[in-house]
């Protein structure tokens, strides 16, 4: 028995069911799905820093697991039902270089490495919260449409666990070979669906909603519920502080929106006195939030929000036969799923949208790397955003700003070699069509002859200098 149930976001519908059912969507009115509690039925620690300590109990899994630590907070499972694989144990890292180069004071820039996850994700956040609910239900098949990520964290859950198939949609020719590894590794079934991101999350939806088929996109709201922890782990780096700033990558939109629920509900708990702001950065390339927020002017508006507005840009991207387009191929989503959701987090934290260019994103990614922290080219966007940010006076030089970096660099190291190579014909491949002409941090590699002399030339050493 938990103190927890599903609700409909729209609140003319208001509808709520069993947290034992399998939806995808509100059966009323078709909305998106919230999963809500009954705090006052639940006992949530009185501090924070009850949870830190459970890192001495390493040894329970419930304990170890960056995500279920924080149980409490999303407590919509019985204990012995969860499905956790030591997902979350990610840090927060303090970059000063970074941070300098932005003209910030010392100790305020931050990133959040999710790349450390199990699947070198974020999506393992979510994917244990949805996989717990999938075999609280009994579910024998799961499925996802992906860009890569969310199919390689779904097929490590159902590889690890031997408790469900499944199987992943993704595009064709649109998804990074690290990501697809993994997913064939881990043992998915595999379909690559001829055409787009987009394309695969609609087919999918049907799929499942056809058939005894339970679907692990963000859709889902349990996996919205696993990723409120990445804010709880940022909230601990920071002794409990909350920072001024949040900024994340937006693709469909779970992240920004399960940060939004996580800090309505920590403060409404009493557990944080303040919300920080959340910049939520588009590529521009597949910038539908961005649009819609700043040109539309699309707000929440306390859940009645102008759907026409929607419908329009929709159609108006079908008329020009729009689709997204960018080299940070985790975010290329012309039709976030959680649009909605993203409005409300935006509400909550005062937040903005922004969009940046792929040579932003490719050079704001090697800029973080030579910093220390390889990512790819999705989370490459917060610190380019970051920077758009600074140069409007909206992030000040005192402000405390934290990145998520969502995904690991090897996800994608075609693009990144190609920033660094100087071999024409593959940048003309990768980078050109895209708008990346420039390379300003690439760090080529220096072709020698297999001889000591000519290694000692091309690290310009006199012959006399090796040490006897
Ligand atoms: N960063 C990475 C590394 C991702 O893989 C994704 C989403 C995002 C950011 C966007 O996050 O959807 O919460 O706004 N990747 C999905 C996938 C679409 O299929 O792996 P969001």
């Not at 002399?453 to 012959?463: G, Q, R, T, V």
């Amino acid at each position: 028995m938990t103190h927890a149930h599903q609700a409909c976001l729209n609140p003319r519908c208001g509808a709520t069911y069993d947290v034992a059912e399998i939806l995808t969507g509100c059966p009323a009115c078709r909305s998106l799905l919230d999963i809500r509690y009954d705090w006052d039925k639940i006992a949530v620690p009185k501090s924070l820093s009850v949870f830190e300590k459970r890192w001495s109990n390493r040894l329970q899994p419930l304990d170890f697991s960056g995500v279920w630590r924080f149980r409490e907070l999303l407590p919509f499972a019985p204990p012995d039902q969860i499905v956790t694989i030591g997902e979350g144990q990610t840090i927060l890292q303090r970059n000063d270089r970074l941070g300098n180069q932005l003209g910030m004071k010392a100790n305020r820039l931050f990133l959040q490495y999710e790349g450390l996850n199990p699947s070198g994700s974020f999506k393992d956040n979510g994917m244990t919260a949805a996989s717990t609910h999938a075999h609280m239900v009994g579910a024998k098949m799961t499925a996802c449409a992906s860009t890569g990520n969310t199919s390689a964290s779904l097929a490590i859950y159902a590889g690890v666990s031997g408790l469900f198939q499944c199987v992943v949609f993704v595009g064709s020719g649109k998804i990074a070979y690290g990501k697809l590894s993994q997913a064939l590794d881990y043992g998915a079934r595999t379909l690559q669906i001829r055409g787009d991101f987009d394309d695969a999350l609609a087919r999918v939806r049907e799929i499942c909603e056809q058939h005894p088929i339970y679907l692990c996109n963000s859709v889902n709201p349990f996996r919205l519920e696993g990723q409120k922890t990445i804010m709880l782990r940022v909230l601990e780096g920071l002794n409990w502080e909350v920072p001024d700033w949040i900024v994340v990558p937006g693709g469909n939109l779970g992240n920004c929106s399960a940060f939004g629920k996580a800090f309505e509900e920590l403060r409404m708990l009493g557990l944080i006195d303040r919300i920080p702001r959340l910049a939520i950065i588009n590529a521009s390339g597949a910038h539908t939030l961005e649009q819609l927020v700043n040109q539309h002017d699309l707000t929440w508006n306390d859940g009645e929000l102008d759907q026409t507005k929607i419908a329009a840009y929709f159609q108006s991207m079908d008329d020009h036969k729009e689709r997204a387009n960018t080299l940070a191929s985790a975010i290329e989503i012309n039709r976030p799923v959680n649009l909605e959701k993203a409005l409300r987090a935006i509400s909550i934290c005062d937040g903005v949208v922004r969009s940046v260019s792929d040579q932003e994103i490719v050079d704001a990614r090697a800029t973080i790397a030579a910093s220390g922290f390889g990512c790819e080219p999705a989370s490459g966007a917060t610190f380019a955003g970051v920077r758009q940010l600074r140069a409007e006076g909206l992030i000040g030089a005192d402000d405390r700003v934290a990145c998520v970096l969502t995904g690991h660099q090897l996800k994608d190291p075609d693009l990144t070699v190609a920033y660094h190579t100087t071999d024409e014909a593959l940048r003309a491949k990768k980078l050109t069509p895209n708008g990346v002409t420039e390379t300003p941090h690439a760090n080529s590699p220096v072709v020698v002859d297999n001889s000591i002399s000519a290694i000692m030339e091309a690290l310009n050493l006199p012959a006399a200098s090796v040490p006897k």
